[in-house]
C-alpha cells in the first residue's frame, strides 16, 4: 500500500509540475503574440504614412516645380509635340520600316 501511495504521489507531483511548465509556457506565448500584433500594428501604420508621403512625393505639381526649378526643363512647344494612340501607326514609323528593308 505504501508503494502504490508513493507511486501515485510521484505521479501527481510530475502532472503538477508538467501543468505548471504548460501555463508557463501558454503565458510566454500569448505575451509574445500580443507583442507581435502590436507590432503588426505599427508597421500597418507606418505603411499607411509612407504610402501618404509617396503620393506627396510624386503629386504631378512637385515633379513639375522641381523640373522647373532644378533641371531647368520647360514644356515644349504644342507645335512640337505629336500624341500617339497605341496601335495607331505614324508616317515615321512606316518610313522606318521601309528603311529596313
Known amino acids: 500500500m ?7 504521489l510521484v505521479a ?3 502532472c503538477a509540475l508538467g501543468l505548471v511548465t504548460s501555463q508557463h509556457l501558454a503565458r510566454k506565448l500569448f505575451a509574445e503574440f500580443e507583442r507581435e500584433q502590436a507590432r503588426a500594428q505599427a508597421l500597418d501604420v507606418e505603411w499607411g504614412q ?3 508621403e509617396q ?3 510624386a503629386m504631378h505639381s ?3 516645380r522641381l523640373a ?4 531647368r526643363m ?10 500617339v494612340e497605341a496601335g495607331a ?13
Open 2 to 8: 505504501a508503494r502504490l501511495s508513493l507511486l501515485l
Open 12 to 14: 501527481l507531483t510530475a
Open 50 to 52: 509612407l504610402q501618404l
Open 55 to 57: 503620393s506627396t512625393w
Open 62 to 64: 512637385r515633379v513639375a
Open 68 to 71: 522647373t526649378e532644378r533641371l
Open 74 to 83: 520647360h514644356q515644349a512647344d504644342a507645335k512640337r509635340v505629336m500624341v
Open 89 to 101: 501607326a505614324t508616317p515615321q514609323d512606316a518610313a522606318y520600316a521601309g528603311a529596313g528593308q
